[in-house]
């Protein structure tokens, strides 16, 4: 049972790359979530879909796109990086809105 | 005044101590409360929820103050593995947005 899974583990980009995270799930949760986490900073939400084919905005949207063409895959895109997105990144699922979340091992991405 | 308010520590314990931590949050609708361990460079997992009555697992006691809008998290008998940053996760009225603390760090010394 493989949960959440995230590629990559580690990503160095340069200012202006872009880069596509990628977050899957087999456990056919309707939500999944992405977070970001900076170090001493609690997990911020940037981007939520309740379903395949919705998604709705988080506290800290601006720099990433998102897309829920199926149940399973959540893919994150950052389309210009600069270096404040230099974080870990989170992908999570749950059941429902007040369920539990399972979270994926994590992307770490430096912006140099 | 932020939504999710933790005490980063550290909390530096002796193994067998007793220790808590509190959690502070902002918005009185709140309904949802949990707490999650995050482990050093991994990802955080879900540790317990936090029920209006309290709720026990095991050395670990969660409880609810709307009171006083904390929630709280004891846990007994301290073991070396329990070293890790506890996180409180907060649910915003009844949509689909959680706040999270930043994190209380405890590590628990032989």
């Known amino acids: 049972n493989a949960g959440v899974t995230q590629t990559p583990k580690f990503r160095i980009l340069k200012i202006g790359q872009s880069m596509t995270l990628q977050c899957a799930q087999d456990?056919?949760?309707?939500?999944m979530y992405w977070y970001r986490q900076d170090p001493g900073m609690g997990l911020k939400l940037i981007y939520y879909s309740v379903g395949a084919g919705i998604t709705d905005k988080g506290e800290v949207p601006n720099g990433y796109n998102v897309s829920r063409s199926t149940t399973e895959d959540f893919p994150l895109r950052l389309e210009l990086a600069a270096p404040s997105q230099t974080s870990v990144y989170f992908c999570a699922s749950s059941l429902g809105v007040l369920r539990v979340w399972y979270f994926g091992p994590g992307t770490r991405l430096l912006v140099l | 005044r932020k939504e999710v308010e933790q005490d980063p520590g550290p909390f530096n314990v002796p193994e067998g101590a007793t220790v808590a931590f509190n959690c502070t949050y902002s918005?009185?609708?709140?309904?949802?409360f949990f707490w999650y361990r995050q482990d050093c460079r991994k990802e955080p997992k879900l540790l317990m929820s936090v029920y209006s009555s309290g709720n026990e697992d095991g050395r670990f006691t969660a409880q609810l103050n709307r009171a006083s809008q904390y929630i709280s998290l004891l846990i007994r008998d301290s073991k070396l593995s329990d070293s890790a940053t506890y996180l409180c996760?907060?649910?915003?009225?009844?949509?689909?947005?959680?706040?999270f603390g930043t994190g209380t760090s405890l590590t628990v010394i032989p």
């Open positions: 456990m056919n949760h309707n939500y």
């Open positions: 996760v907060v649910n915003w009225n009844t949509g689909n947005q959680f706040y």
């Open positions: 918005n009185s609708a709140s309904q949802s």
